[in-house]
T-cell receptor, first 114, second 111 residues
């Protein structure tokens, strides 16, 4: 069964600190992996996409990594800000056609405090 | 561009009532979908459409109907609301191999 597991479920960090969120997946065939950020009361917004051949991709203070061999991805947030407080959702696309099924993780709830 | 627009933002229904959640997008996306988000469950796909006139069931379709008469609109109908349908509903659209664009959700409470 295709699954995406995220850890930790929740995390509290001080402003200015770094943190890393984890995503493990068992999805086949793998197409790509996206990280979404969901602010409270809003819909998720895409942060980054990782394809099979990519190991690392950065988007400002966000850096995503992918290890296709171990089927793990991480999202590293550098120098956290209060505005980083949100849920971060890992989504894996299964298959190779244009409208393939998406498998959602349950998200990690990050709280950045002053 | 407004992106994906959902209405209403909040709704309270009594058990057995019916209603339609509206979703419209102005990005000319062929693919549109409805999700529900419950605490501890993550986003679950209800129905989706790959183009006008084409709809299909997702993971949790029971109790919901959809139609897609135009590219822009994809309404979700609750036929006879039940307390188990209390949730936050998100509409999303995308082009092929592109990220999903989500609306800001409709928070539905069924009493």
């Amino acid at each position: 069964k295709n699954q995406v597991e995220q850890s930790p479920q929740s995390l509290i960090i001080l402003e200015g600190k770094n943190c890393t969120l984890q995503c493990n997946y068992t999805v086949s065939p793998f197409s790509n992996l996206r990280w979404y950020k969901q602010d409270t009361g809003r819909g998720p917004v895409s942060l980054t996409i990782m394809t099979f051949s990519e190991n690392t991709k950065s988007n400002g203070r966000y850096t995503a990594t992918l290890d296709a061999d171990t089927k793990q991805s991480s999202l590293h947030i550098t120098a956290s800000q209060l505005s980083d407080s949100a849920s971060y959702i890992c989504v894996v696309s299964a298959g190779n056609s244009g409208n393939t099924p998406l498998v959602f993780g349950k998200g990690t709830r990050l709280s950045v405090i002053a | 561009n407004a992106g994906v627009t959902q209405t209403p933002k909040f709704q309270v229904l009594k058990t057995g009532q019916s209603m339609t959640l509206q979703c419209a997008q102005d990005m000319n996306h062929e693919y549109m979908s409805w999700y529900r988000q419950d605490p501890g469950m993550g986003l679950r796909l209800i129905h989706y459409s790959v183009g006008a006139g084409i709809t299909d069931q997702g993971e949790v379709p029971n109790g919901y109907n959809v139609s897609r008469s135009t590219t822009e609109d994809f309404p979700l109908r609750l036929l006879s609301a039940a307390p188990s349908q209390t949730s936050v509903y998100f509409c999303a659209s995308r082009l092929k191999r592109s990220p999903l664009h989500f609306g800001n959700g409709t928070r539905l409470t069924v009493t």
